[in-house]
Every structure is written in C-alpha cells, then in structure tokens.
C-alpha cells in the first residue's frame, strides 16, 4: 500500500496543497496590505500610482497624491469610471533637469478605443509619511 504509486500522488498533491495554503494565508496578505509599500525611488512611487489607477483602486492612488497634485488625481479618476475598458498600456518616466521632477508619457487604450499618448510633468518631494506626488501638470 505504501509503495502504490496513486498513494504517492495523493500524498504529493495533499503537501503541495498545504504549502499552497500555509503561504498565502490571510495573516500574509492583511499585513502586507496594513504595511503598504515603502518607497526607495520616486519613480516607483510614480509607476506605483499609474498602477493602482490601472487597477482602479482609487483611495490608493489618492494616497500617493497631495497638494496640487490632487485636482489632476480628481479628473484622471472621472476618466478611468467614466470608461470602465480604458487600462494603463505603457507607462514611461524620463528625468528632467530639476531634482524629482519627471516628465511621464503614458499610453492609454482599450478595446474599443484608439490608444492615446498622454503626457504629465510630475514632481515627487519627501512628506512626513514617505514620497508622494505633490504636483501633477498635463503636459
């Protein structure tokens, strides 16, 4: 009994589930949420907020904004509810003369859509609680 074959792979799949499930416990996913992301550069935090726009997970997205850059956060959220198939196609961050400042060419589209390049001058500056956008232009 041991030896078959068919009591090893039930063996086998029953441990893989185990692990399957011991590694992506609820405890896991809660604390990484809780934590958040710590940000080293301001262009992850840049790509991070484009991505959670993608994801339309919007009070995220407005976290990473303040200050000026909060209206511009307002109207890019109206556009991506106002068309749910719209999605974030390319996201490409260049360096300007200024410190913390990006000039972000974004490629929009969808489906049903013509893709779009739009263009944003981004500054990120230190805040008490880590990097943000603090002033977002359309270029």
């Known amino acids: 009994m041991l030896l078959n074959r068919y009591f090893f ?23 990484a ?3 958040g ?10 790509e991070d907020y484009w991505e959670k726009l ?17 209206a511009t956060n307002s109207i890019l959220q109206q556009m991506f509810q106002d068309n749910p198939f719209l999605s974030v196609q390319n ?3 260049q360096n300007t003369s200024a410190q913390n400042s990006y000039l ?3 490629t929009t589209g969808s489906s049903i859509d013509q893709r779009k390049v ?22």
């Open 91 to 93: 996201v490409e961050i």
């Open 104 to 106: 972000v060419e974004i």
């Open 9 to 31: 792979i039930l063996v086998c799949s029953i441990f893989f589930i185990g692990v399957i499930v011991w590694w992506q416990n609820p405890n896991t996913a809660v604390s």
């Open 37 to 46: 992301q710590s940000y080293a550069n301001p262009k992850a935090v840049i």
């Open 54 to 70: 993608d994801y339309r997970q919007f009070d995220l997205a407005s976290a990473l904004a303040s200050g000026q850059a909060e």
């Open 33 to 35: 949420i809780a934590n």
């Open 118 to 139: 739009l263009t944003y001058h981004i500054i990120v500056e230190q805040q008490n609680d880590g990097l943000k956008i603090v002033e977002m232009s359309h270029e």
